[in-house]
């Protein structure tokens, strides 16, 4: 997702400095940062759990179904908590906090469909990417939008602070900010914005099933999402890469990309 997904929330904030409080999974406890780990596993913040930071909700990596989270990225954090033999313990994150490396004071990762970029790597590191994502614009079929040159004038929704947000203004787009993809979204379908620019995963996903609405232009960004790891902490590093390489390796990942995504977020 980006160079920042979402504005800070005042509220998601607390969450990640409370190291847990508003966890939607398993409740969290304490709130120590850990040291970077060495020896034969990483050290996790709450023992016998892995505290995974994440901005939810944000369809199809993450989001509340039936009292649980769901989505790509939990299969991911999933699979990693279990290689670490340990209990999954989300916390519900602002992607600013996230970005900038905050929220990995009260997490052991974060897995918020963050793009690697070379600014984040100042201040956090990261895994193996697990997935390209770049750019799309969607509008509705009854706008007249072509591209984003036909956008200009029109209304144009993205979400706060990401790279899509940046994009679409490098290219001269005065577009209305949402703070996150679901309120986005939701201005896309009941039509009070002609059209959005945000990652083809999500974007693509939201539309469809929708008629009214179309995918008109990609944009080659190449972007690559990847887990962030508090800086120096090369254990984790190494538990997240195995589990990575292991997922696409056995075929899980392909799995999960299609469960997620499917055939009609791509063209």
Do not use: H
Not at 144 to 172: E, F, M, P, R
Not at 199 to 223: F, H, M, P
Request: charged share 25%.
């Amino acid at each position: 997702m980006q160079i920042s997904r979402s504005v800070l929330s005042g509220t998601k904030m607390a969450a990640v400095l409370a190291a847990g409080v508003l966890a939607l999974t398993a409740c969290g406890g304490g709130s120590s940062t850990p040291a970077a780990s060495s020896g034969s596993g990483p050290k996790l913040i709450n023992a016998g759990k892995l505290t995974v930071c994440s901005d939810v909700p944000y369809e199809p990596f993450e989001f509340q179904k039936d009292g649980k989270i769901v989505g790509f990225d939990m299969d991911i954090a999933n699979e990693l908590a279990k290689d670490l033999k340990a209990e999954l313990n989300v916390v519900d994150s602002s992607f600013e906090a996230i970005e900038t490396g905050t929220a990995l004071t009260g997490c052991d990762v974060s897995i918020s469909s963050i793009s690697i970029t070379d600014t984040r790597k100042n201040v956090m590191d990261f895994s193996n990417p697990y997935l390209d994502d770049d750019l799309t614009l969607v509008a509705s079929s009854s706008s007249g939008i072509s591209n984003l040159d036909g956008a200009k004038g029109k209304k144009v929704g993205v979400q706060q602070a990401t790279t899509g947000a940046q994009y679409a203004k490098d290219k001269g787009i005065d577009a209305q900010q949402f703070e996150d993809s679901g309120l986005l979204v939701q201005a896309l379908k009941a039509g009070t914005i002609d059209a959005a620019v945000g990652n083809q995963s999500v974007l693509g996903y939201a539309i469809k099933d929708d008629s009214k609405l179309k995918r008109v232009e990609d944009y080659a960004t190449g972007e690559k999402l990847g887990i962030s790891i508090k800086k120096g902490n090369t254990a984790m590093a190494d538990a997240v890469n195995a589990t990575l390489k292991r997922l696409t390796d056995d075929g899980s990942m392909k799995k999960f990309e299609t469960t997620w995504f499917g055939e009609a977020t791509k063209k």
